[in-house]
């Protein structure tokens, strides 16, 4: 017997917009943190570790909570079309603008690397899209999110969605879900920087960390058939609790940050691994459970901004990136400056989605 789901989770709203604004905010702040890696494309002079522990957070959670909600609504969408159909769906909602972007957009943040690294550059912008960005300064900026989601989308079409409820916990599903994400990345930091980014055909994406998105879609969808939802909401205990493995997680990724920034031994590797997962683990789920608890009624503002959190995600660095160099030359507190270039941007992109992507004839289509 199918399980009868409602047609919209409410808190999902709220979740999706603020997992979209934390990824805004991660790249804001990693021009103001401390020990800002050399490539990043805009770097403030003045720098704080207030951002460091900022970005350090932040960038478990973010990622894996998308492609959860990501897969959480491919089987209603898959059931509701044939196959063929939610790929060609699919691939113009996502593999469009993944192209665009990446071709548009992606070769102009490699010259930015560049610049910021001081390497020479061709004469041309043509000469280096041939001879950098297509070699060795090769980068999709966020667009790798779309490539990656696509092939995850289209595995999903061949496989299908789960077919049955499990009958399990989801205590179980996400104690599976740290234990094979924190194997993984360590399997990889045996071979692999964690940081490190690589190409594989089209495809852009982290070694240490893609299984664990992997593992977030199948979590996904099978939240959607066993009805993880659809029951109670949290109560105080359960936030609490979450929120104390969100302190303990978000502490333990600081301490083996600041403490030993190159894992040599295979305990610190195990350790990162874990520390990761588990932080990327608590982060979501706490916030779920707040956004779940709060925010589980229909509120226009929220279903507005989550309806245009696709646009918000693909605009943003190529208005947060301009709007932080402007600030630059500014004698503003480093706050003051995050703030305005993260509030700026995010004003604008949903003003730009809401009134542009998401009215105009061709690209309503895609956002």
């Not at 205990?237 to 031994?265: C, D, H, Q, R, Y």
């Not at 590797?269 to 779920?288: C, D, P, Q, R, T």
């Amino acid at each position: 017997m199918q399980q009868q789901h409602a047609e919209r989770v409410y808190f999902f709203d709220a979740y999706r917009t603020i997992i979209v604004l934390s990824v805004l905010a991660l790249h804001a702040a990693m021009s103001y943190m401390a020990y800002v890696p050399g490539w990043w494309y805009v770097i403030n002079p003045e720098k704080s570790l207030f951002f460091l522990f900022w970005v350090l957070i932040v960038n478990t959670g973010d990622m894996p909570a998308i492609f959860f909600l990501a897969g959480y609504f491919a089987p209603r969408s898959l059931e509701k079309r044939e196959r063929m159909l939610f790929l060609k769906e699919k691939a113009l909602h996502i593999g469009i603008p993944w192209i665009v972007g990446v071709l548009a957009f992606a070769p102009l943040f490699a010259m930015a690397t560049w610049r910021s690294l001081n390497l020479p550059l061709p004469e041309t912008y043509m000469e280096f899209v041939r001879t950098i960005w297509l070699g060795p300064g090769y980068q999709q900026s966020h667009f790798w999110f779309l490539g990656v989601l696509m092939v995850f989308l289209i595995v999903f079409a061949a496989v299908g969605s789960p077919r049955a409820a499990s009958g399990r916990s989801p205590l179980f599903w996400l104690a599976g879900w740290w234990g094979l994400s924190s194997a993984a990345f360590f399997l990889s930091s045996l071979y692999l920087h964690p940081d490190l980014w690589i190409r594989i055909s089209h495809i852009y994406f982290q070694p240490a960390r893609i299984v664990s998105y992997a593992l977030a879609f199948y979590l996904g969808a099978r939240a959607w058939r066993d009805g993880w939802f659809d029951g109670s909401r949290p109560g105080f205990g359960a936030i609490a609790l979450s929120g104390l493995a969100t302190v303990a997680g978000s502490w333990s990724v600081i301490f083996l940050a600041m403490n030993f920034p190159v894992k040599e031994t295979l305990a610190l590797k195990a350790l990162h691994g874990m520390s990761h997962s588990f932080a990327s683990l608590s982060i979501a789920v706490f916030f779920l459970f707040l956004c779940r608890a709060l925010f589980d009624r229909p509120s226009p503002v929220w279903r507005t901004l989550s309806e245009a959190s696709y646009g918000i995600y693909w605009l943003p660095q190529m208005i947060l990136m301009p709007a932080v160099y402007l600030l630059i030359p500014w004698n503003l507190p480093i706050g003051i400056k995050f703030i305005l270039a993260l509030g700026g941007t995010y004003i604008l992109c949903a003003f730009l989605t809401i009134h542009g992507l998401k009215k105009l004839p061709v690209l309503r289509r895609l956002f």
